[in-house]
C-alpha cells in the first residue's frame, strides 16, 4: 500500500487556528492511499508537530484506508490508528472485512501501549448503551445507524469511545452536517484503550475550523508526555593502542612492516583502478596496525570504589558505622 511522508508549510493551516499545528511554520505528514493513477477516495493520514515527529518510532501503512504510528512517550508507548470506515451503504461483506483488519492490528499491539483508534468511522452510536456501558458512555447524539461493527470492536479490544464520555452541548459533539444545515451526525470518533481513559481530558468538535468538509474538525486532550525517540547506536569504533608507538622497539617493527607490504603494492599494474588501489593502501594499515598495534580496551571507571564496597559489607555485618 503506497505510503508518503512529507514535511508541509503551516501556512496552508492556518485557517485551524490551532497553535498545536503550527509549530516554526512546519508540519510533518505520514500518509496512506492509492497509487497516483488511482482515483483518490479513501486515503488517511496523520499530521504531526515536530515535537511529534520527533517522537515518532515508526509507521506503516496498512490500507488506503488505514494507517497505524506508533510514538514514543514517557511512560507507555502510544499506538494511533487512523481510520475511514465505509459509508452505511456499502456492502456488508466490505464493512466487515476493515473491522476485521482493525481488530487483527489492535489485537497485535503490544498490551502495555496506548491505543488509540480515530477517524471517520461512519457509525451512529445511537440513545442506548445498555451491555456497551463499558464502552459508550452516557452523553450520546441521534439514533443508532445498521452500523454496529465500531462499537462491537470497541467492546472486544477494551476500547472506550470518547465523544460519548463527555458532558457538552449537543452542537459541540456531532462531527458532520448535511449540506442543507439540517441533518447532524456523530460518525467521527476518537476511542482509547479503558486502562487509560483517565489519560483522555476532552472530546469535542472545533466548528470554527474551516478544513473544506461537510465534517467537524475533532479535537480531544490527552495528557502524555511524549518523549523524542532514540535511534539504534552503531556499536562503539574500536580504537588503535598508539600508546604503544613509544617504545622503539614496536615502532621500528611497524615502519618495517609497512615498507614491506607497501613495496608489494608498488609492483602493481599501473591500469589498476584507482579505487581498487586506494583499498588495497587502506586494507595494508589497517592490517598491519591490528597486528603490532592492537586494539585498546576501553576500561570505563567503577562507579563504586573497592573500599566502599568493603565498608557496606561491614556495615552490614555489623550493623554499625565505623567510628573515627
Not at 461493527?149 to 464520555?165: M, N
Not at 591500469?271 to 587502506?282: G, Q
Not at 562507579?303 to 561491614?314: G, Q
Request: glycine share 4%.
Amino acid at each position: 500500500m503506497p505510503g508518503v511522508s512529507a514535511p508541509l508549510p503551516a501556512r496552508d493551516f492556518k485557517n485551524l487556528d490551532l497553535e498545536l499545528w503550527i509549530v516554526n511554520n512546519l508540519i510533518f505528514l505520514i500518509f496512506s492511499g492509492v497509487g497516483e493513477d488511482t482515483e483518490h477516495r479513501s486515503g488517511v493520514g496523520i499530521l504531526m508537530n515536530k515535537e511529534a515527529r520527533r517522537s515518532l518510532m515508526e509507521w506503516s501503512p496498512i490500507l488506503e484506508r488505514i494507517i497505524l504510528a506508533h510514538f514514543k512517550t514517557k511512560i507507555h508507548n502510544l499506538t494511533i490508528i487512523q481510520c475511514y470506515a465505509p459509508t452505511e451503504t456499502t456492502d456488508k461483506d466490505t464493512k466487515e472485512k476493515l473491522y476485521q483488519q482493525l481488530h487483527e492490528i489492535i489485537t497485535v499491539v503490544q498490551k502495555r501501549d496506548v491505543i488509540i483508534v480515530m477517524g471517520d468511522m461512519n457509525a451512529k452510536i445511537g440513545p442506548n448503551n445498555e451491555g456497551l456501558e463499558h464502552v459508550i458512555g452516557r452523553h450520546r447524539v441521534g439514533n443508532k445507524n445498521e452500523n454496529e461493527l465500531f462499537s462491537e470492536l470497541c467492546a472486544d479490544c477494551d476500547l472506550i469511545i470518547g465523544g460519548t464520555v463527555f458532558p457538552h452541548k449537543t452542537c459541540h459533539k456531532v462531527s458532520w452536517v448535511s449540506p442543507d444545515n439540517i441533518m447532524e451526525n456523530q460518525i467521527d470518533h476518537i476511542a482509547i484503550s479503558k486502562r487509560f481513559r483517565r489519560s483522555l481530558l476532552i472530546v469535542r468538535n472545533k466548528r470554527g475550523a474551516e478544513i473544506g468538509s461537510d465534517h467537524h474538525l475533532m479535537i480531544a486532550n490527552f495528557r502524555f508526555k511524549i518523549l523524542t525517540a532514540r535511534k539504534k547506536i552503531e556499536a562503539r569504533r574500536k580504537k588503535y593502542y598508539v600508546q604503544k608507538l613509544q617504545m622503539p622497539s614496536l615502532r621500528e617493527e611497524l615502519k618495517l612492516e609497512l615498507k614491506n607490504r607497501s613495496s608489494v603494492l608498488s609492483t602493481q599494474n599501473e591500469d589498476t583502478d584507482i579505487e581498487e588501489s586506494w583499498n588495497a593502501i587502506k586494507n595494508v594499515y589497517i592490517e598491519t596496525s591490528e597486528k603490532i598495534l592492537g586494539f585498546r580496551e576501553n576500561q570505563q571507571k567503577e562507579w563504586i570504589s573497592e573500599e566502599t564496597w568493603k565498608e557496606t559489607e561491614r556495615r552490614m555485618k555489623t550493623g554499625k558505622r565505623k567510628c573515627k
